[in-house]
């Protein structure tokens, strides 16, 4: 099993979420973050007083999937979110050790 | 006769407070003027509670929101009380050239409940009154919201107690004394001939017998409370993290609703300046809405230029500039004055905000001496100019006994001007100077550094303004 991970910009949520129940993902976890990477923050100017935010919102997504899933899944979000420009965003898997639904106490793949 | 009171048509003072219409049959109430009064005095409530404390308020952090909400209430609040207890007396009694006597004391005489009679308060016409209770009142939310405007100078890092204690000095010593020196005079039913008029003048205010004009507060209201403001942001320090760390408005919509509501309520504050429902109420109106405009357009676009985006915060901004600055000219210049004091109100508060703030490096958080000194002053000295009938103004009233009207021309009345707001800014610098040191000698002018980090809404007051 794996988790992916995608940072993605807000407004393309929507998108990513009905690419995913396209491709058989059955939940979800968002979360609204800031962060930095290549793309610039912006200046902000109050009456005299002139701020530099450098880190921006943006939405982190997480999806437990299957092994056999994960290339799917990643085309599914990339699809949904590519613009070409930079600040589209970045995807991470990771390995996943272990899956358990709390209400019946199943694990593994039959979790997910 | 010499002028000791050239004054200018109607400025805002008026009447004192003693036995005007004393004696003579019961003096008969105009009740258009009295409504239109009662309306004014509402609106310039309104300017205080919400409008300035949301403009105040949305600046911020929102960990201080509910602090500078608070402040601006209970100052509110603090001042009316003391307006009636003692505050009117010193300001709008006969006593000397710098401050009134003690017949008002508490209200004393405004209502005989043996007889059923309302003493009289004079308006700028001859032989048209309105109760004396309504004009007490309607100068009362004057002197309040001047204590609060000062208080967005050094939000975010004084302890409420010490705002309290600064509020009653400096009202006392500060805004009463130039409320009277500017606006007091007998009322122009004292007038009735020659000797009477001297005898008149010689009981009138200091600067308002220099003929200085202040149709609703440019001196008494913004330059004393934007002076204020400075020697406070100076006397308590700058925030913690100052010129290092964010310090964003948390709430802009909060803002723009407060400048709104403050457009709103000046109508009250300027053409009610006028305490009747007349030509001169009219003209003040008009020129509050056109200068505003003006300066929000100025504000804007100067920003623009400047700055490269046009801001909603600017915008806001601009508005109080525009609104600041008018206020002395209101009913004292014409149409075309009200535009230029507009325009060039946005862009030198524009500056003061911005160039002369980075000049100074003072704390003023809110831009207190930015907006209201510098527009206050601005507005005060172009009064001067566009007061004179060759620049479309009205002139002055030169003659209470006839009413008759003139100018002394543009530089003695930018003169006399000047000096008003020299007395203003001396005078109102050294109170709040002497009125937060005894503060801090009592209880000590700033939280501790950790409450102040933490948020003065939890620390001061126990509560905090959002959950979510």
Known sequence: MKLVTAIIKPFKLDDVREALSGVGVQGVTVTEVKGFGRQKGHTELY???????????????????????????????????????????????????????IRTGETGAEAL | MRIPMTLLILPLSLL???????????????????????????????????????????MVRAKNMLSVLMQVFVVFSLVTVLWVIYGYSLAFTTGNAYFGGFDRLFFNGMFDSATGAFSMAATFSKATPI????????????????????????????????????????????????????????????????????????????????????????????????????VGAILVGRRLGFGREAMKPHNLPMTMIGASLLWTGWFGFNAGSALEANNYAALAFMNTFLATACAVLSWTFGEWVLKGKPSMLGGASGAVAGLVAITPAAGNVGIMGAFVIGLAAGLVCLWGVTGLKKLHRIDDS???????????????????????????????????????????????????????????????????????????????LRPSEDEEREGLDTTCHGESAYHM
């Open chain 1, 47 to 101: 009456r005299g007083a002139e701020y530099v935010v450098d880190f921006l919102p943006k939405i982190k997504l997480e999806a437990a999937v299957q092994d056999g899933q994960v290339d799917a899944v990643i085309e599914a979000i990339i699809g949904a979110t590519k613009t070409g420009k930079i600040g589209d965003g970045k995807i991470f898997v990771l390995s996943l050790d272990q899956v358990i639904r």
């Open chain 2, 16 to 58: 004192f407070g003693s036995p005007l219409f004393a004696a003579d049959a019961a003096p008969v109430v105009n009740k258009g003027d009295t409504s239109w009064m009662l309306i004014s005095t509402t609106l310039v409530l309104m300017m205080s509670v919400p409008a300035l404390a949301l403009f105040y308020g949305g």
């Open chain 2, 131 to 230: 109760p004396e209770l309504v004009f007490a009142a309607f100068q009362a939310t004057f002197a309040a919201i001047t204590c609060c405007l000062i208080l967005g100078a050094f939000v975010e890092r004084v302890k409420f107690s010490a705002v309290l204690i600064f509020t009653v000095l400096w009202f006392t010593f500060s805004y009463a004394p130039i409320a009277h020196m500017v606006w007091f005079w007998a009322g122009p039913d004292a007038y009735t001939d020659a000797a009477a008029a001297d005898a008149a003048n010689a009981t009138a205010g200091l600067i308002w017998g220099w003929g200085a004009l202040d149709f609703a507060g440019g001196t008494v209201v913004h330059i004393n409370a934007g002076i204020a403001g400075l």
């Open chain 2, 366 to 444: 809110l831009d207190v001496f930015g907006v209201h000194a510098l527009g206050g002053i601005l507005g005060a000295l172009l009064t001067g100019v566009f007061n004179s009938p060759d620049l479309g103004g009205p002139g002055l009233v030169t003659d209470w006994v006839t009413g008759s009207t003139g100018f002394p021309g543009i530089a003695a009345q930018v003169m006399t001007q000047a000096k008003a707001v020299v007395v203003t800014v001396v005078w109102s610098g050294v109170v709040a100077a002497i009125a937060f040191k005894v503060a801090d000698l009592i209880v000590g």
